[in-house]
């Protein structure tokens, strides 16, 4: 067991890591492209992110963005509806899309040599969505089944919703979620939706990456084909997303659920994506609820056996504030009120003295091992080229981030800590056993 201890690096390197070639233009109509080759790889990925989210909705008019998640496979001018998943699973591929508070992004992998049908199949949509009364009629109501079935019927399936309220004020622009409001969705027209996409969906509000087994002359090729002569569109403009100061007032609630466990969530108003902080911030919270070593779980759930399991996460919201949520299951004999107190006693102690060298080796080694392997697919690595790009406008992000995180040292995450993690600055939200909701 000592040789082991002993093997445990004291420093991470970057030495061996992989540089991702990056070819980065835009189409005259503002349609950003990003194309990685990568010839060793099966297939193809097709990611394209349009620049909408949750938080551009409206108090009123919230899951219009979700929504489109779903119209978007309703059918277009050629395509009827479901042909498009069912085209591209044809050719052996796979195709899916997700709704962010701050991007709807549409992706699908597949051979190369049905990298010509996918892009078609997404200007055809991009240029030509069907979006009449039936169509979302239709697809409200499988929306309204989804909330159902993922968010009103799953124990803590309101905790986001909770946590949102909970956070951030009302008419601030991530208060909801992306799923949205069913009573919203009730009451907008037709003309509501439409107007929705024709002020997000189009190529001046669109980044396609292409990552895999493509070269870059056929990418350009290809997309100019297909996406070259489609409209700008007029610039969205997004709204203001002011910063929210930390919490004064101990925000508080307490809900009964039927839950097969109490649950405590201790939540902080934390930096945007873009803030210096930022990288800092995400070390600490793994190194308190990341993995069996990390110190809430060594001390909570296997030295003290307070708690049956512990997590800490951070929306990562780009815009104005995000929120850092630290999550408590309690064992069965022990009171919820028994987990605050060491879990605040755990951020002071971080705080105060920062992580020690062999801690924090460990987890910027946990950090890199995820980072490489999430870029190792081709459909991962298109998706983070989006990401660098849509919050950064920086795809060349993807290869220089590691080395930021990397060099971050122990004063660093310990500032990051007392900055944006005051025991005295957390709301809590606490689920009771009961039937109330």
């Given at each position: 067991m000592q040789a082991v201890?002993?093997?445990?690096?004291?420093?991470?390197?970057?030495?061996?890591?992989?540089?991702?070639?990056?070819?980065?233009?835009?189409?005259?109509?503002?349609?950003?492209?990003?194309?990685?080759?990568?010839?060793?790889?099966p297939g193809v990925a097709v990611n394209l992110w349009y620049g909408v989210g949750s938080r551009d909705e409206t108090v009123g008019a919230t899951g219009f963005a979700h929504l489109f998640e779903h119209l978007m496979f309703a059918g277009?001018?050629?395509?009827?509806?479901?042909?498009?998943?069912?085209?591209?699973?044809?050719?052996?591929?796979?195709?899916?899309?997700?709704?962010?508070?701050?991007?709807?992004n549409y992706f699908q992998t597949v051979g190369p040599q049905a990298l010509e049908l996918a892009l078609w199949l997404e200007s055809e949509r991009m240029s030509s969505l069907r979006v009449d009364e039936e169509n979302f009629t239709t697809q409200r109501e499988v929306v309204k089944e989804e909330k159902r079935q993922r968010y009103d019927n799953v124990p803590y399936g309101d905790q986001l919703m909770l946590l949102l309220e909970l956070n951030f004020p009302a008419g601030y622009p991530y208060r909801h979620a992306p799923i949205g409001s069913m009573a919203d969705l009730d009451a907008a027209t037709l003309t509501d939706v439409q107007a929705f996409h024709q002020r997000w969906y189009h190529p001046g509000n669109a980044t396609l990456a292409l990552s895999g087994a493509v070269e870059v002359e056929t990418a350009h090729e290809l997309v100019g084909r297909y996406f070259g002569q489609l409209p700008a569109g007029t610039p969205a403009g997004r709204e203001q997303c002011p910063t929210l100061p930390p919490h004064h007032d101990h925000a508080e609630l307490t809900v009964q659920r039927e839950v097969p466990r109490p649950m405590l969530h201790l939540g902080w108003r934390t930096p945007a994506l873009d803030h210096p902080d930022r990288l800092a911030l995400d070390i600490a919270l793994a190194l308190l609820g990341d993995g069996q070593s990390a110190r809430l779980n060594r001390d909570l759930v296997r030295e003290r056996q307070l708690a049956e399991g512990i997590g800490c996460l951070d929306l990562g919201l780009a815009r104005g504030s995000s929120l850092a949520?630290?999550?408590?299951?309690?064992?069965?004999?022990?009171?919820?009120?028994?987990?605050?107190?060491?879990?605040?006693?755990?951020?002071?102690?971080?705080?105060?003295?920062?992580?020690?060298?062999?801690?924090?080796?460990?987890?910027?080694?946990?950090?890199?091992?995820?980072?490489?392997?999430?870029?190792?697919?081709?459909?991962?690595?298109?998706?983070?080229?989006?990401?660098?790009?849509?919050?950064?406008?920086?795809?060349?992000?993807?290869?220089?981030?590691?080395?930021?995180?990397?060099?971050?040292?122990?004063?660093?995450?310990?500032?990051?800590?007392?900055?944006?993690?005051?025991?005295?600055?957390?709301?809590?939200?606490?689920?009771l056993i009961g039937t109330t909701r």
């Amino acid at each position: 067991m000592q040789a082991v201890r002993e093997a445990i690096p004291t420093t991470v390197t970057s030495a061996q890591r992989t540089h991702y070639p990056i070819i980065d233009t835009t189409l005259a109509n503002g349609l950003r492209l990003l194309v990685n080759p990568d010839p060793l790889a099966p297939g193809v990925a097709v990611n394209l992110w349009y620049g909408v989210g949750s938080r551009d909705e409206t108090v009123g008019a919230t899951g219009f963005a979700h929504l489109f998640e779903h119209l978007m496979f309703a059918g277009s001018a050629q395509v009827a509806s479901g042909e498009h998943l069912t085209a591209i699973q044809a050719v052996g591929g796979s195709a899916n899309a997700t709704t962010g508070f701050d991007r709807t992004n549409y992706f699908q992998t597949v051979g190369p040599q049905a990298l010509e049908l996918a892009l078609w199949l997404e200007s055809e949509r991009m240029s030509s969505l069907r979006v009449d009364e039936e169509n979302f009629t239709t697809q409200r109501e499988v929306v309204k089944e989804e909330k159902r079935q993922r968010y009103d019927n799953v124990p803590y399936g309101d905790q986001l919703m909770l946590l949102l309220e909970l956070n951030f004020p009302a008419g601030y622009p991530y208060r909801h979620a992306p799923i949205g409001s069913m009573a919203d969705l009730d009451a907008a027209t037709l003309t509501d939706v439409q107007a929705f996409h024709q002020r997000w969906y189009h190529p001046g509000n669109a980044t396609l990456a292409l990552s895999g087994a493509v070269e870059v002359e056929t990418a350009h090729e290809l997309v100019g084909r297909y996406f070259g002569q489609l409209p700008a569109g007029t610039p969205a403009g997004r709204e203001q997303c002011p910063t929210l100061p930390p919490h004064h007032d101990h925000a508080e609630l307490t809900v009964q659920r039927e839950v097969p466990r109490p649950m405590l969530h201790l939540g902080w108003r934390t930096p945007a994506l873009d803030h210096p902080d930022r990288l800092a911030l995400d070390i600490a919270l793994a190194l308190l609820g990341d993995g069996q070593s990390a110190r809430l779980n060594r001390d909570l759930v296997r030295e003290r056996q307070l708690a049956e399991g512990i997590g800490c996460l951070d929306l990562g919201l780009a815009r104005g504030s995000s929120l850092a949520v630290i999550s408590a299951r309690p064992r069965e004999d022990v009171e919820l009120s028994a987990l605050t107190e060491p879990i605040l006693a755990h951020l002071e102690r971080l705080a105060a003295n920062g992580p020690d060298t062999r801690e924090l080796a460990r987890a910027k080694a946990g950090i890199e091992r995820e980072w490489l392997a999430g870029l190792a697919p081709v459909d991962r690595r298109a998706d983070q080229l989006n990401f660098m790009t849509g919050h950064f406008d920086d795809p060349e992000r993807i290869n220089h981030e590691l080395d930021e995180i990397l060099a971050i040292g122990a004063e660093q995450v310990a500032q990051a800590t007392r900055t944006w993690l005051h025991p005295e600055h957390c709301s809590a939200l606490r689920y009771l056993i009961g039937t109330t909701r």
